[in-house]
């Protein structure tokens, strides 16, 4: 409608400046002109895109009185794969391995109250010391087990160096070698720690009779057990747990303090032909300092009968 309007103004505008200027028209005559101008335009076709000069799109030619449309073409299907019509590789077979037999293995408690792994039945070689001192070779150990004679047997111990082997009592109703070694580093102040070389145990903080091997041992160094600097450091010191003042050794404490002291007799070998001697901490201490360790309950008798 907006470019109707335009070409009618532009017309009547030619109209009005073909009329001699000298004759002005009548309303009668502009009516007429009017008229004739209206008739005189002509309509510009409307398109979709509002744009003068569009041509309308083609309908599509209809198929003729008689004949048959062309057919129409199906595309074809995809076909997608499936899990069932998806071709599988066949799988390479891969041979069986059998793995080698494992050997039994039996837990036991170790020198430092620790769970150790060892190796059963395989026969330990017999030591250089244990041939020339018969120690070991067919002795059976209930106590000594072999996890600890390994680290007995590991320490380098110097020949002649170890002429005592004594026993004491701990005072205490119960306790291990961690919890001494903590009294004696932190409390007592001493340097090495534990005093002792090794501990044994009455049931309470470890098994009735288990043997615990001392940082001492290791590293073989003087022990702290006795008011004697010269005795501390050529005697071996052995606590048993318990206060034998007011208590008794258990025939277990006393059985792995035998095999521990025959035990370190043979590893410590002999000195001018005599085995290490075994002395209770009462009988060897300076007088000086006098003790009651390792109690009045201890069986003195039955020590100095045994070694």
């Not at 509002?50 to 299907?77: D, Q």
């Not at 408690?109 to 018969?134: H, M, N, Y």
């Not at 534990?194 to 009779?209: K, M, Q």
């Amino acid at each position: 409608m907006r470019h109707r309007s335009v070409l009618f103004l532009a017309l009547l505008c030619i109209v009005i400046l073909r009329l001699p200027a000298q004759q002005p028209l009548s309303e009668e005559e502009k009516r007429r002109a009017f008229l004739k101008a209206r008739e005189e335009m002509t309509t510009i076709p409307y398109t979709p895109s509002g744009e003068p000069g569009s041509k309308p799109k083609p309908k599509p030619h209809a198929t003729p009185i008689g004949e048959k449309p062309p057919p129409r073409v199906t595309p074809a299907p995809v076909v997608r794969p499936t899990p069932e019509s998806t071709p599988r590789p066949t799988p390479i077979p891969v041979p069986e391995v059998t793995p080698p037999p494992r050997p039994n293995i039996i837990v036991r408690e170790s020198a430092v109250g620790r769970a150790d792994e060892e190796r059963e039945p395989t026969p330990k070689p017999q030591s250089a010391w244990s041939r020339l001192f018969g120690g070991g070779g067919g002795t059976s150990y209930r106590y000594l087990t072999n996890a600890i004679r390994r680290e007995i047997d590991r320490a380098p111990v110097a020949r002649g160096r170890w002429r005592y082997i004594v026993v004491h009592n701990s005072g205490t109703r119960q306790g291990n070698a961690a919890a001494f070694e903590h009294y004696h580093r932190n409390v007592k102040r001493m340097v090495n720690g534990l005093a002792y070389h090794f501990v044994i145990g009455n049931g309470t903080s470890t098994r009735d009779g288990a043997i615990e091997i001392g940082n001492r041992w290791h590293r073989q160094i003087q022990g702290g057990h006795v008011h004697s600097d010269y005795l501390n450091n050529i005697a071996i010191g052995i606590c048993l747990v318990g206060d034998f003042n007011v208590q008794h050794v258990s025939e277990t404490q006393k059985a792995a303090l035998t095999e521990l002291i025959t035990y370190l007799r043979h590893r410590v070998g002999k000195i001018q032909g005599q085995p290490a001697e075994v002395r209770a901490h009462k009988n060897i201490n300076p007088p000086q300092w006098p003790t009651d360790c390792p109690g009045n309950l201890f069986p003195y008798d039955w020590l100095a009968r045994k070694f």
